[in-house]
């Protein structure tokens, strides 16, 4: 599948007592619905590390993203795994440069519920399809730990780290115990991005695979 979505595209650990619910209406469910709702755009350079299961590192990838409600993103890698992938909030585009193929596939529930597109697509209810709890860390540190109810999940647990309010990390588990850490820096929130900025460009001599489109 997309790179993206099968690394980052990431068994929960107990947290102890500082495992809460939240109080508010909502829950934790309710708490983390509304930060990234106030998230209009978001935009981010990122490191991406995997470990394997031996807490090996496998992989480390830079680049940059970029998001805006509805449905928009944009998602590049710096080489050696250079790749691109664009959402229009109806399908998923990705460029592969080393291979010269692009693949469209359509916006599916499954690809919706990647961790990356909470910050572009619908997120309203999180609770129906994830178990979700908070750790305050201070005043200003909350780590939301999210648990998919579905068994066809891209993975078994995801943590998203925020600094007053500031999304910083996604730590994401899959099946096999891999686990994808993504760390942001130079954020800006709620800055002006043309919708311009979410087209993507190939050469026309690129292979172009439809998937479900």
């Not at 690809?111 to 910050?119: C, G, R, Y």
């Amino acid at each position: 599948m997309i790179r993206l979505f099968s690394v980052i595209l990431l068994a929960i650990s107990t947290l102890g007592s500082g495992l809460v619910q939240a109080e508010e209406p909502g829950g934790a469910a309710g708490q983390l619905t509304a930060i990234l709702k106030s998230y209009e755009t978001y935009q981010a350079d990122f490191i991406q590390i995997v470990v394997n299961e031996n807490g090996s590192q496998v992989q480390e990838i830079r680049g940059s993203l970029k998001a805006k409600r509805p449905g928009l993103f944009y998602w590049e890698t710096e080489a050696p795994l250079s790749q691109f992938i664009v959402s229009d909030g109806a399908k998923v585009e990705v460029y592969d440069p080393d291979l010269e193929q692009v693949t469209i596939h359509s916006l599916d529930e499954r690809v919706q519920s990647t961790p990356a597109l909470l910050l572009s697509g619908e997120v309203e209810n999180l609770d129906e399809s994830y178990e979700v709890s908070v750790r305050h860390l201070g005043e200003s540190t909350h780590e939301f730990t999210l648990v998919p109810r579905s068994p066809d999940s891209l993975f078994t647990s995801l943590r998203l780290s925020f600094f007053d309010g500031e999304l910083q990390e996604m730590r994401m588990q899959d099946s096999l115990a891999q686990i994808s850490i993504l760390s942001f820096d130079h954020v800006e929130l709620n800055q002006s991005v043309d919708s311009s900025a979410f087209r993507l460009d190939y050469p026309e001599s690129v292979d172009v695979i439809r998937d479900g489109v």
